[in-house]
């Protein structure tokens, strides 16, 4: 009696072992879903930004919502600001503009300051990497113009130029050049010896070893450069616009700081910050397509 | 007498840092005949690498010249094409772009557009990289970016192919097929070869002679020895040949037994 219960319960355990082995091998080799799959990837990527998000402004509805608060809580700056949240479009007169046409003219002055930055950094860059005796020369003088705090330049600018937007490209060309500068000496300077040697052996001239060496093998530094100066232009451009007034988010934000706005401040915060987290995007983009090939094998 | 294809004579080299200098290599003289192959080896630190870049004209010796059929050698150029040890792949090109780039450079006047597409792909045939020819150099082996740095090297058609250590970084099945190939090669175009390499074994098997190296500082030729084996070689049957063992000892005891490396304290 005692021993086939024993028997009877190996046999059943087996059994159930064999059985669980038959239904979990196919489980595990059917393909999951690969829509249900994206869906999870995306979900693990957006779920915890937004619970964030959620509790800061929570956290934040909480802090100000007495009404004797200095900062309006987020409710009371999406019913004020309710104007400019749907109509980003809206033309008036003078600084009287929409957020986009605001935002639009700082980007325009990024765009042309870092520009004319890029191409002068990249080619002041080179000759810093390539020349010892640029670098001599000239890397002294960069390393104590770079330390300059942006805002410094304008009053010189203002001086020079006499007006208040090419002051304020000026100001964004010379934030953003000593990155771009630095990083592309840096890069071309560490080319490794066995592309130079390459090149040597096959006597490629200056031209083709500038074009067919030394720029995509300095790319990736040049891009960093490029994506820091970028970043610096817009922290800059911000700070410049509160200054020589005008249309452009900076002045926007120092407008209605004097207007007691607090509520357009802060959403012309968050248009600063998400604009400024695009144009870095946009740069890094850049950046992986043309680099992507130049990772060292 | 006719002159010597190509000759090294009194090859000094002192590398001077601070106050300091080493003398690296010291009354270096060497003649090669067109077509032959000769390895250097030594133990590392003997020189033997710098030799091979004053050769390729990257460095420039100290004292001394090198004669490449009656011409002073005095700067790099693709008539000296160098394989280095690793590989020197440009990697933002294909491993067709790689070869084609100095297929243009050597070429570009000598040979058309079709011409030199098809010097490219001649090359890559010969070391069987057809099959990835549009892959990026980190996309495949490193035997095979060894190939491709071969197939540059050959393209190139110089009078003297200078291999660095072209195996020295790979397995050791992976080196066995490579060294086969590059015999290979070498029975096909009788290239001359200057050969830098630290291995016993792949010295004998490839050489007509052995260029052994004391140590440095001041490495000199200790000893030339010459490989009498019949080509084709094959690497099962020279494992019990007589001559292949004798050079193979001789090699050794050189290395070995008189000039051994001295641990640095």
């Known amino acids: ?297 | 007498m006719s002159k010597p294809y190509l000759s090294l004579e009194q090859i000094d080299m002192v590398f001077s840092r601070g106050g300091t200098s080493t003398q690296v290599l010291s009354q270096v003289s060497l003649t090669v005949e067109k077509g032959e192959f000769i390895s250097i080896i030594g133990h590392s630190g003997c020189g033997k690498s710098t030799l091979l870049n004053i050769v390729a004209g990257l460095t420039e010796a100290t004292r001394g010249v090198v004669f490449l059929e009656g011409n002073v050698v005095d700067a790099p150029g693709p008539d000296r094409a160098v394989v280095f040890q690793n590989h020197s792949l440009l990697p933002w090109l294909t491993v067709y772009e790689n070869v084609k780039l100095a297929v243009d450079k050597v070429f570009s006047v000598t040979k058309s557009k079709a011409e030199r597409h098809e010097w490219t792909m001649r090359n890559l045939e010969l070391v069987q990289m057809i099959h990835a020819k549009d892959k990026r150099p980190s996309e495949v082996s490193g035997g095979m970016k060894q190939r491709v740095g071969i197939a540059r090297a050959l393209a190139m058609e110089p009078k003297v192919l200078l291999l660095d250590e072209p195996f020295g970084a790979l397995d050791a099945l992976t080196r066995a097929h490579l060294q086969d190939q590059v015999m290979q090669i070498h029975a096909e175009l009788a290239n001359t070869v200057l050969m830098i390499t630290h291995d016993v074994d792949e010295a004998v098997l490839l050489s007509d002679r052995i260029v052994m190296m004391t140590n440095g500082p001041s490495a000199k030729i200790g000893e030339i020895l010459d490989v009498r084996l019949v080509r084709p070689r094959r690497r099962i049957e020279l494992a019990s040949d007589a001559t292949y063992i004798r050079c193979r000892s001789a090699v050794l005891k050189f290395l070995y037994e008189r000039h051994r490396l001295v641990e640095a304290a």
């Open chain 1, 1 to 297: 009696m005692t021993a086939s219960p024993v028997r009877i319960n190996s046999k059943a355990q087996s059994q159930t072992q064999a059985k669980v082995l038959t239904l979990v091998t196919p489980k595990m080799s059917v393909a999951p879903r690969p829509f249900l799959q994206w869906l999870y990837a995306v979900a693990g990527h957006i779920v915890p930004p937004l619970v964030t998000l959620v509790f800061l402004l929570v956290l934040w509805e909480v802090i100000c919502s007495s009404p004797t608060a200095s900062v309006p809580p987020p409710s009371r700056v999406v019913s004020e600001t309710w104007e400019l949240i749907a109509h980003p479009f809206y033309v008036g007169q003078g600084v009287d503009q929409g957020l986009f046409w605001h935002v639009l003219a700082s980007l325009k002055r990024v765009a042309l300051g870092y520009c004319l930055a890029a191409i002068a950094g990249i080619a002041l860059g080179t000759l810093v990497g390539q020349s010892e005796w640029a670098m001599r020369g000239l890397d002294p003088i960069f390393q104590v113009l770079r330390t300059v705090p942006p805002l410094a330049w304008l009053p010189l600018s203002l001086a020079a130029f006499k007006d208040g937007n090419p002051s304020a490209i000026f100001v964004i060309f010379i934030t953003a050049i000593w990155p771009i500068i630095i990083n592309t000496a840096v890069g071309i300077r560490n080319i490794p010896q066995d592309y130079q040697n390459v090149a040597r052996v096959l006597r490629l001239n200056q031209f083709e070893y500038f074009t067919k060496i030394m720029v995509p093998a300095a790319a990736p530094y040049i891009f960093t450069g490029l994506r820091i100066g970028i970043g610096l232009s817009w922290l800059a451009i911000v700070a410049a616009e509160m200054l020589i007034g005008g249309v452009g988010i900076g002045f926007f934000i120092w407008d209605a700081w004097n207007s007691s706005r607090i509520s357009d401040i802060i959403l012309a915060l968050i248009y600063v910050g998400v604009v400024g987290y695009l144009l870095d995007r946009t740069i890094a983009f850049v950046a992986n397509t043309v680099t992507r090939n130049t990772a060292s094998a």
